[in-house]
């Protein structure tokens, strides 16, 4: 019997010059949420200081890539905001240890039967992604992953990440563990912004995510796998950029699971 479908969303920037971030977890949020995942098993990060932000002509408005939705920041989970930003919360919250300083917070309490979805979008160099005040290992983050995978916390694992170099952060990511990335950068690839809003003066996403996002807005996910996006004709970032992007790690297997095996309730 199938288990519990659980999705960590995570912006790891703070600023309004890096807008296209916060935009577009709201943005994957407000998807994922239309498929009828319930909050309860969605653990939304983001440092929360676009929405209300001086420089936002729309206060208390978030507009992304996929500009059918309006404002995507309505109803988003303020799971971890402002200085719990951190690389210590992300991985108590993936791993489920609500504890010590985290006690009370959202974690993903998954269990053997269930599948997680994790998508991070922000800032990344040669060997990191960025959270405000930290840099995140690939090390450290592999490692996390393959310790649950011991402890049998999940069946399948998607991760989507966002981020300049992106793909050294699975390099450590091998086939025995059941558990598949997909980055938009090669390792000596920087992301490229995408959606540029004028009014704002602002980049609204990324080429990969701007893809990902309106993507998953219009797909059936009964019938559109993971890798879809990859072979997804318009989605011209797919096609074009430099250098063998997107980049693929852990179980291929899992690139052909069905959108609804991770994202649809």
């Known amino acids: ?5 659980w999705v960590l969303l995570v912006a790891g920037s703070q600023g309004w010059e890096n807008y296209q971030h916060q935009a577009n977890v709201c943005c994957l949020y407000q998807i994922i949420k239309q498929h009828g995942i319930p909050d309860e098993q969605i653990v939304v990060m ?3 200081d676009i929405a209300h932000n001086k420089e936002n002509p729309s206060n208390g408005v978030i507009v992304s890539a996929v500009h059918e939705l309006g404002d995507v920041y309505s109803g988003v989970p303020k ?3 402002g200085e719990d930003v951190t690389i210590d919360n992300f991985l108590a919250a993936l791993q489920g240890d609500d504890s010590g300083k985290n006690e009370g917070k959202k974690v993903i309490k998954s269990e053997a039967n269930d599948n997680i979805y994790i998508y991070m979008t922000g800032l990344g160099t040669e060997g990191t992604f960025e959270f405000p005040e930290q840099s995140l290992s690939p090390y450290v983050f592999t490692e996390a992953i393959k310790n649950m995978s011991k402890e049998g916390k999940f069946s399948k694992m998607v991760i989507f990440m966002t981020s300049s170099y992106s793909a050294t952060m699975f ?3 091998n086939d025995d563990v059941n558990a598949f990335a997909l980055t938009a950068c090669d390792k000596n690839v920087q992301s490229c912004p995408s959606d540029f809003n004028e009014s704002m003066k602002v980049y609204l ?3 990969f995510s701007s893809a990902w996002l309106n993507f998953t807005f219009t797909a059936d996910f009964n019938t559109a796998t993971l890798r ?6 318009q989605a011209t970032y797919l096609e074009n950029n430099e250098g063998p992007c997107p980049c693929q790690f852990g179980k291929m297997a899992i690139s052909h699971c069905h959108l609804c ?3 649809q309730n």
């Open 1 to 5: 019997m199938s288990g519990k479908k």
């Open 205 to 207: 996403s990324d080429k």
């Open 228 to 233: 879809g996006l990859i072979a997804n004709k």
């Open 46 to 48: 983001m440092y929360d």
């Open 171 to 173: 390099e450590g990511l």
């Open 261 to 263: 095996e991770f994202l």
């Open 79 to 81: 799971d971890y905001t």
